[in-house]
Antibody, heavy 121, light 111 residues
Framework: QVTLKESGPALVKPTQTLTVTCSFS??????????VNWIRQPPGKALEWLAR???????FYSTSLKTRLTISKDTSKNKVVLTMTNMDPVDTATYYC?????????????WGQGTLVTVSS | QSVLTQPPSVSGAPGQRVTISCSGS?????????VHWYQQLPGTAPKLLIF???NRPSGVPDRFSGSKSGTSASLAITGLQAEDEAEYYC???????????FGTGTKVTVL
């Protein structure tokens, strides 16, 4: 059974850097084709894809947020970390991680439960 | 700012059929990229509903079906049930953005 779970601070101040962690089980990021993504959802708004890291350490970022995002993985610990710099109140959102696979299988399944991050002074 | 456009809401009585459209462009759906659909029940994470335009994951009722044509896609729910009341999102890939894109979301209400 594949599961993912996000963790991170519930509250960050403007200009600070956010670090959220995705801990997963049931698959390995050392397996060819495996990918982990970060997606966020501001309260009452739509989903927005942020970043992806692949089994071979290839990394991809949202064009609009590329300069602020860094994604990394610890394969031995089954964890993926996303950092977002210079946080602003508009970055208040639930941050989800989700698995996807290569070879044209560009859907997200399953998702973690999400972690709500509020940006406020 | 979502790249794929969906109607904000659709509604129907129990047992009825409703459809949700997902309108894209030549850089995403029109370019041949697959469309996937997610169901998000209130207060929960999105769940994969349809993948590869028309396929249902194991456990998803056959009341849900997907289609794709040109630069748009659709999700149909037949035999609407109270438990189908949720937000629904389409998703694809956009070559001009070099990234994944989601729809604006559609709230389904069962009358």
């Amino acid at each position: 059974q594949v599961t993912l779970k996000e963790s991170g601070p519930a509250l960050v101040k403007p200009t600070q850097t956010l670090t959220v962690t995705c801990s997963f089980s049931g698959f390995s990021l050392s397996t060819s084709g495996m990918r982990v993504n970060w997606i966020r959802q501001p309260p009452g708004k739509a989903l927005e894809w942020l970043a992806r890291i692949d089994w071979d350490d290839d990394k991809f970022y949202s064009t609009s947020l590329k300069t602020r995002l860094t994604i990394s993985k610890d394969t031995s610990k089954n964890k993926v970390v996303l950092t977002m710099t210079n946080m602003d109140p508009v970055d208040t959102a639930t941050y989800y991680c989700a698995r996807s696979a290569g070879g044209g299988y560009n859907w997200f399944d399953p998702w973690g439960q999400g972690t709500l991050v509020t940006v406020s002074s | 700012q979502s790249v794929l456009t969906q109607p904000p809401s659709v509604s129907g009585a129990p047992g009825q059929r409703v459809t949700i459209s997902c309108s894209g462009s030549s850089s995403n759906i029109g370019a041949g990229y697959d469309v996937h659909w997610y169901q998000q029940l209130p207060g929960t994470a999105p769940k994969l509903l349809i993948f590869g335009n028309i396929n249902r994951p194991s456990g998803v009722p056959d009341r849900f079906s997907g289609s794709k044509s040109g630069t748009s896609a659709s999700l149909a729910i037949t035999g609407l049930q109270a438990e189908d009341e949720a937000e629904y999102y389409c998703q694809s890939y956009d070559s001009s953005l070099s990234g994944y894109v989601f729809g604006t979301g559609t709230k389904v209400t069962v009358l």
